[in-house]
């Protein structure tokens, strides 16, 4: 819709252009016509981010020693650390509590290979403060630090990782209340990448 409508609006002013004689300015205009797939895909990855930077995703995209834990990201009890691969140290490895599913009688949450996100992968900074949005966009299609991921391969890790899946399925605490999920479907999450991915992967300037 939005794009028909400026398909017209483009081919009015190329009309006017030629008519009074300022072609360059308004072709340079005309040229900008993929402007609506752009904000099309600035407007997914916002999507993309508001799921990114929900406690559930972000308590392991963190930039420091440590895991967060809770819906106010607190520090990960028991000393927990992220260990030389992001599972712990020996003695206290990510496994040992958090198996393969949620533990409700527990209240360890679990999924297949629970760990933390290596630190190119952070998306807070040290002080636990969460990155902007231009900033998260950058570290997650730069290739150097997304685990060499192309579009298609982000794509599928949204949809697929049990680590992702998870979030929609984090289980209750050991009070036996449940942990929020994140601002948008599964499906919606995915629905929003695809739509920022086919659009060129944009992100937002500073
Ligand atoms: C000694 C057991 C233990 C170890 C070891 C452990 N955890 Fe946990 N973890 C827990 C418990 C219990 C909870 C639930 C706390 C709660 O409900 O707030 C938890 C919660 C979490 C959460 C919070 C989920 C959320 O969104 O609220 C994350 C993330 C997490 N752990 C990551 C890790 C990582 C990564 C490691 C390894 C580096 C690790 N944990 C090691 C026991 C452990
Ligand atoms: C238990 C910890 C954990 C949770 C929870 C988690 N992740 Fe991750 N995430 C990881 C680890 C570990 C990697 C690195 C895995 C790899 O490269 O194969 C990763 C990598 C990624 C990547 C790869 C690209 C990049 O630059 O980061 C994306 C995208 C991602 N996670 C999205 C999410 C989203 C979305 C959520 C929540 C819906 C989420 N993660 C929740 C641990 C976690």
Redesign the pocket.
Known sequence: MLSEKLGLLTTFLIAISCLDGMGSRHLELASREPYSAISEGLAAWQQVYSVLTH??CI??HTAGNY????DDRHR???N????PA???VPA???A???QGANADT????GAHG???APLSMKWQDVSDRILSSSAVCSAITDRSRNGNRNGTALLKHNQEEPLVLWAWN?GR??DGSL?ALPPITHDQFVAATRKWVESGMPCPQE
């Open positions: 406690p559930r308590n392991c895991p967060q834990q809770g990960h009890l028991f927990v650390v992220r260990g992001g599972k712990g206290l490895q990510c040992t509590c958090h527990t209240g360890v949450p629970w760990h933390l984090p605490r050991a942990r």
